[in-house]
């Protein structure tokens, strides 16, 4: 397993846990930790072994977000002239978004962990995860606007996909807190664990669960769920059946069917 | 009215009643049901006299989904030759889908009424309805999963329309049971009933106040509704705009205001 | 400030206050109230130092909708052949929808603040604000399906995009009465208040919250969740990236961070 | 084969004949025509042994369109109602776009060779082909708007993706006849012919041509141009990744390589 | 008829010819340009007996496009502030672009006649109208970019739909000259005419044309070729269907019907 | 300059030339052909002393597609499972279509040369391209028909943007050669030469006239027209809106004013 600055990666069982590793930091995103990322999830990706993925903070938070000092390396590359800067800076943004989209991107699903702080960049985070699990100390806030800025990695194109506009709008424009029980109401998280322990107990055991499943399956099933978010009903329909016209003539159908006449737990390969 | 072998179909006060009806076979959807469903909904979609349907399961369960023997039979249709297995699969996925897409398409209200299992191809179905209801025993279970298959005949495509992108993901690639308590909590039904009874009264006391409106309003509002699923807010506005510049010229108009002014029930006709 | 005849209109610290003024008519929508929205909206939008808005109606309830006797004149406006009356109907329909463009469009957070009534057009109206809040006594209606039409000046675009398509769908269909506690369950609001004075306590406290803001962050965080409403996200993702271009070289940045550092409130321009 | 009364249909080499045949009608599209060609599209699609498809008109015309008295017949359809005569009228138009909707969507190319008139509904039959050849007399007219209506079966709708869109308009706004060359021209037909017979030689040549291809090849081809016209670059792109996933499995390459290797040409099952 | 001082406006048998009237400027677009632009198109989308419009340019060139004057007072409105500069820019490009929105969503036909230049800004305004025809001295250029901007008023958005993707982008990168007969060849131009008096004799000929014809038909006909830039084939089916629901009840059908058949030339109301 | 060894790159004059450099082998395809040339325009976007690129190939002909040693290669990753091999193609399809996104994604224009052969993934390439300019002994075919395949790697997504849908279909689907002038007919190349020399000559004085333009102002108007393939006119307007808010602040149309006022050539920097 490659080492990371940033990171701490492990392979068990099928599960790749991504541990953001800087907890003196409250896991702030420095420059390594947007490189990182993209080489974790290319490993990831390319990786058949990988079939779910857990990502979770160290220590007492999962993340404060972008790095402060990182923001004043990225304000020193600007110049005189406001177009070039824009030429520099649009280009700075598509980069650093280019990590969170290897996220959303990934073949396999990924589950967020979170406990503590999640704030600013970590709700991009969290947003181009699958599904988001919490412990009960967690607090959101999509802290840019206290930073003068709309946010610019990602909160704002997918959490209005994941949780409802009023209340989308009202966390974006005060930034402020939102509690465990409140991202489960408004469906931020899908369940809250009473501390950190129990919150990875239960992720690994959901992220298991579905490590046990059909590999083309569960990767079908996330291509079609992350394309409605942007498609048509007419053109899911007709992509699952240009899709499935492959998959469907795969091992695991009969695998699964075999198991299912003789009550056994199928078994995949890769 | 026509004679079904999967179904029972009745028409009373304007309200279709399409019954599965094989609870032996826990109502699991076998080759008449998806060939049945079509000549029913183009039945409905012709009678000016239908003017809300709802779709109920005889006996314990709402469905078990598709019938695992007639797999068996597709699986017999496929040849040596990869390309033109991915030809046949992709028309049969295809033809499949179009039993669903009749229900989602129909002209009128669909309103699904849920007891017991509602299981694979069953949630495909019930998310190409309107609205969903179940009573307290209800089961939901996105199955497929379990078959070594992405579902491909409408729930992934429909159902994120309807419930939140995180569970959603968790329910998709996991398969796991949802009870009614559940299935309210993040929308997948609009009520729950206590029993099997109370939930056909209910569902069929809605679909009466429904069938008591003008049918150039309901259907009106249902087509503006069903394409904002995949179209702008401001393609959506001229919509309405130019199918209004038609149907305010309707009686059902004068109808509906000489009825507000004289204090009475409005009479609609077909 | 412009005097208007259907609205009472005030800017203090930053934030319009529209309130619909004729509450001896429920605050119905007559022919002034559809111009003079569009003339405020224009002027908001031009007036930097408006940062907020919040919309309400004065005395017990928020409105009753459009007024009927401005239909009964739009009705005689109609001649004898039918595809010239759909030409004058059309055109009708997309001016009245256009007052709540201007809503919609409104490049600062719109809150609407509602008690008592809010019916038909009413509900097209809060549905083009960026959030809802209510008081105890609120009460909702699609009431347009009892006219005998579909909606058309906005409600069955926009609503579906802010409550869950299975409850929109019996909402809209039978027009039934939603009350606050279950206008908070289904995200139409975002807050219930006791009574009206609290409701407009607690809705001017988060508009003075947003107005502290910088300007800039707020103005790009509403055009981009805006803009997801409709896009996809590889385009918000762009588009944010060429926005922030040429706004991430604004002063406020440099004012919130030098307030963050020395822990002070930062103080923005319009 | 079946026996049709609007057309003359023939199956050889693979390539199946599809003829309007009431030349003493000038090839009027009577009710029978539009029925008749849904059955003999579904047909053509159901039969793996038809690869091409030519669709030409008997007599010394292609077609004068929509026959008259059917039209006259529909209007007889119409009741008091504006609002329900509406519902009538979009029904029945859906139903007859229909008609060319399965001219469009067959999995086949379709070839569309015209002598004499085109005029009016046969210019919506000829956009919803692949590619149109003609005779030099031919003469194409979008008669419809001197009915004192917009076309409605398809012209405006599919030939603005074939010609360019100044010429479009000004044909679309003034009916004017187009001849073979400036048809030509425009990009409306590939290549002119001297005269009808010459046009079946050349035509059937171009068919014979793409008949020899392998099916699967050109079946996908077919997919991927007609998905381009209203789809984006990267779903395009996407899509035949999935589709090849396929398709790349089959015999068909193989028989294609070893052809080339041996230089003989190569034949591919239907 | 309103004077302007940009324009001259004429209205003779229901076509509209709105004449570019600074000839000593060489048509250059000033700040009373595009305000005036906006009222003319108004006045014409509110005056049935309108049925056509022609653009020209008074004297020996069509325009030069915007009026350099214009642009340097627009540069006086920046202040020291780099976002509020671009909260400023914005929106007057989106005001400018405003303009020529209303040359392309007039409800009628807009043809223009162009000799001599057509230069920067007159793209811009030509890509807006439906047909373009040209004198043999016309010469065009994409003239921004030898300002040091890419065009923001409409070429690039809306030429690229008019002619080539290929020789789109020649044009725009380079800002060369365009010849007629080039134009002619590339589909700028619907024709080339000998002299100016010659192409407005043309241009007014083809307006009488289309003045001829029903109202109702040609506005529906624009409107579905207009759609069909950037919609769907699908949509664009069902958007006609929607819209001929009521306008084939129109009158217009039968005053067409009857002219047809006692072979005289029918006359429709405006 | 870095050395590759299916390409040979150097940088002049601003402007990159980028040449196929395996001439024995008529420049195929091959494995280091698709990895270098991501690098290669990596390079070219990251380097912004490049202003235009010009992509030639060394020889007599420009190429002829992918070497079928490699797919030969491709061909053995594939096991026995039709799922995972179809993983497996599917995600080499998408990395081998990335190269070609690399050059249509260069934010600098991309002119391409060609002589002699240009078939298979060549025309793949050059559609990928912003303007295609050939020597009269230019041949072009869409030659994957004739391998049994549809064509996947752009061919299918980008040239019905350039050349006609009629056409577009009958190469496609026949594979057969176009010359030249056909070539220059149908807008695939926007001029044609002599011969290669007179060809290089042309398109180089094309490149330098481009590269003296503002290379803000190109990089903009490449954006725009880009954009437009794929985007709706008015999120066009609204994105150059949104993109010149930024651009227009730049200096560069300060130094084009100053030239235009004092008839001197302007100097952009990079």
């Known amino acids: ?12 069982d099928n599960i ?23 080489e974790i999830f290319q490993w990831i990706d390319d990786t058949d072994a990988v079939r779910v993925v857990v990502i979770s903070g160290a220590g007492k938070h999962f993340s404060s977000g972008i ?5 004043a390396t ?14 520099v800076m649009r280009r700075t943004i598509l980069r650093l978004q280019g990590s969170f989209n290897a996220v959303d991107n990934c073949r396999k699903p990924v589950l967020a962990a979170i406990q503590g702080y999640c704030i600013g960049g970590a709700i991009d985070m969290v947003s181009a995860c699958d599904m988001r699990y919490c ?10 606007i206290d930073m003068g800025m709309a946010a610019d990695v990602g909160t704002l194109q997918r959490l209005p996909r994941i949780i409802g506009d ?31 322990a129990a919150l990875l107990d239960g992720v690994f055991a959901i992220a298991r669960e579905i490590a046990a499943k059909s590999p083309i399956a569960v990767a079908g099933t996330k291509e079609m769920i992350s394309y409605m978010r942007d498609h048509r009903i007419d053109d899911g329909l007709e ?16 695998v699964a069917m075999a ?12």
């Open 1 to 12: 397993m490659t080492e990371y600055t940033a990171f701490k990666v492990e392979l068990t």
């Open 16 to 38: 790749a846990h991504v541990q953001i590793n800087r907890p003196d930091k409250i896991n702030a995103m420095n420059a390594a930790f947007w490189e990182e990322l993209v």
């Open 67 to 71: 790095d402060l000092t990182m923001l």
């Open 74 to 87: 990225l304000a020193q590359q600007l110049g005189k002239d406001v177009g070039r800067n824009a030429r």
């Open 135 to 144: 412990a009960a100390d967690a607090q959101f806030s999509i802290k840019e």
């Open 166 to 196: 009023g209340i989308m709008r009202e966390l974006a424009y005060t930034g402020r807190r939102v509690d465990a029980q409140e991202a489960l109401r408004i469906g931020l998280v899908n369940r809250v664990y009473d501390d950190q």
């Open 239 to 254: 992509y699952i059946a240009t899709w499935n016209a492959a998959m469907l003539q795969s091992e695991d159908l009969r």
């Open 259 to 270: 198991a299912h006449m003789s009550k056994q737990q199928p078994t995949f390969a890769d």
